[in-house]
């Protein structure tokens, strides 16, 4: 199986938690839009590496909130 998409470079993902994060949370996940719907909030943005992706997954964790998901829905970005 041939795996063509670049896993290392910028892309835009979507990750969800349980509760309620309001949009002044932006700036400390780097500028991510933030939404909140029915009890989920849902984080979108540019994350620019891996290692990127795992630092906004330990702030998550540092909030002590349920993560229900991290969906990468953009892999190539246009430079």
């Known amino acids: 199986m041939t795996d063509k998409q670049?896993?290392?470079g910028p892309a835009q993902y979507q990750i969800k938690v349980k509760?309620?994060?309001?949009?002044?949370?932006s700036d400390w996940f780097e500028g991510m839009t933030i939404t909140y719907q029915e009890g989920i909030t849902t984080i979108?943005?540019?994350i620019l590496d891996q290692a990127a992706l795992h630092g906004l997954l330990i702030r998550v964790r540092d909030l002590a909130i349920p993560?229900?998901?991290v969906k990468r829905i953009k892999p190539d970005l246009e430079k």
């Open 6 to 8: 670049n896993w290392h």
């Open 19 to 25: 509760g309620r994060l309001c949009s002044q949370w």
């Open 44 to 46: 979108v943005g540019e």
């Open 67 to 69: 993560l229900i998901s």
